[in-house]
Nanobody
Framework: QVLLRESGGELAQPGGSLSLSCLAA??????????MGWYRQAPGKERELVAS???????KYADFVKGRFTISRDKAKHAVYLQMNRLEPEDTGVYYC?????????????WGQGTQVTVSS
């Protein structure tokens, strides 16, 4: 089993910054094998990819966050972070951490419980 725990979501003002953290753990979990990602879901909308950091270090961003958000991985802490700058009200939503790891011939696709980000003045 893979457990993901997010933190860092809170109320922020437009133009402000927040940093989200996701800690990963589990008896079968090997951080170096996992592709990590951040998704978000706004009220009434589907969950969408915000940013991802693959096991080989490749990062990808949704167009709506390019130049504002940065995803990073910390191997020693089994953590993935999302630094969010120049926040906009449209960034409001629940942010979820995701891990995808192939092991033992199985794809382990796991989600955290989410952390609420609200951008409002």
């Amino acid at each position: 089993q893979v457990l993901l725990r997010e933190s860092g979501g809170e109320l922020a003002q437009p133009g402000g910054s927040l940093s989200l953290s996701c800690l990963a753990a589990g008896t079968i979990f090997i951080f170096d094998l996992a592709d990590m990602g951040w998704y978000r879901q706004a009220p009434g909308k589907e969950r969408e990819l915000v940013a991802s950091a693959s096991s080989d270090g490749t990062t990808k961003y949704a167009d709506f966050v390019k130049g504002r958000f940065t995803i990073s991985r910390d191997k020693a802490k089994h953590a993935v972070y999302l630094q969010m700058n120049r926040l906009e009200p449209e960034d409001t939503g629940v942010y979820y951490c995701n891990s995808k790891m192939s092991r033992f011939g199985h794809l382990y696709d796991n989600w955290g419980q989410g952390t609420q980000v609200t951008v409002s003045s």
